[in-house]
């Protein structure tokens, strides 16, 4: 609408970074605030505010009290849309600040990377993710979710039970990204190439999905669109620096002209 203001396009909120990891958090806001959010707040650690503040001016930050790691969240319930995970590493402080976020909010939460490896070390907390929520993991943070593979079938089949059992969304990244929905129902996504194998790829598509959470769209819409974009914004940066020579960077540059194609 021509009349719309920030307002209506949601806040969401960001978990991410660490001491060493802060470009994770970094590309995650570049790619939240990318998908349309009309208002971004970043929880990163203390030491991360200069690195957040210069890079993505636009983000609102929230300091952590611990310099080096998140370790707390501060009423999550304002938020339309909560993603954690680029970036947070292992220390018991990030597992206690994704304990606390899992205990309060109780709307669907896009959880990837660091958060999925501390749900996969506690399987407690795996009984407390608000439903609809979203799982992002790579083949290998899959298997530390949910065993190991004999082949693909069987890991597709291992993602449609976890996402029924959770009542959660699995997004199996890989060569055609898997969606699997807690109804039972499986997509397989058609954009994307190899040369989005590199590092920092899937902050850029936690980004995305908060941002699209937070404006509205159901845990799966979300999902799809989001996935379906990422790929493609991955497929144009291909198109103009190569598959070898393309980084993360590139794909969030290259979200506008996704929308632009999809809207044409």
């Known amino acids: 609408s021509r009349f719309a203001h920030k307002g209506h396009f949601g806040h969401a909120l960001l978990l991410a970074g660490s001491t060493g990891k802060m ?42 009290p611990h310099p080096d790691s998140v370790s707390s969240v501060v009423n999550p319930e304002k938020y339309n849309a909560v993603g ?42 795996q009984e407390i993710i608000p439903a609809g929520s979203i799982l992002t993991p790579h083949p290998k943070e899959f ?38 929905t807690p109804g039972g129902l499986c997509y397989f996504n058609n954009t994307g190439n190899a040369g989005m194998a590199t590092a920092g790829s899937g902050d850029v598509l936690t980004g995305v999905l908060t941002g699209l959470l937070a404006q509205g769209y159901s845990p799966v819409e979300a999902a799809w669109l989001g996935v379906y974009l990422h790929g493609l914004a991955g497929d144009i940066a291909a198109r103009e620096k190569s598959m070898e020579a393309m980084i993360a960077g590139d794909i969030v540059e290259q979200l506008g002209e996704a929308f632009l194609r999809l809207q044409g």
């Not at 680029?86 to 899992?102: A, Q, R, T, V």
């Not at 593979?149 to 996402?163: G, Q, W």
């Open 23 to 64: 470009g994770a958090a970094v590309l995650a806001a570049r790619a939240c605030l990318r998908s349309g959010a009309g208002l971004l707040s970043f929880h990163i650690p203390g030491n991360g505010l200069m690195i957040l503040q210069t890079a993505v001016p636009e983000a609102m930050a929230i300091p952590d």
């Open 84 to 125: 954690i995970g680029p970036g947070i590493g292992l220390s018991p402080e990030s597992s206690d600040c994704l304990k606390s976020l899992l205990d309060r909010y109780t709307q669907p939460v896009v959880i990837d990377a660091d958060a999925l490896n501390i749900l996969a070390t506690d399987k407690g907390l």
């Open 143 to 180: 298997e530390r979710l949910a065993g190991v593979s004999e082949n693909d079938f069987d890991r597709l089949h291992k993602a449609s039970e976890l996402a029924a059992r959770l009542k959660v969304v699995i997004v199996l990244k890989g060569h055609h990204t898997l969606i699997a």
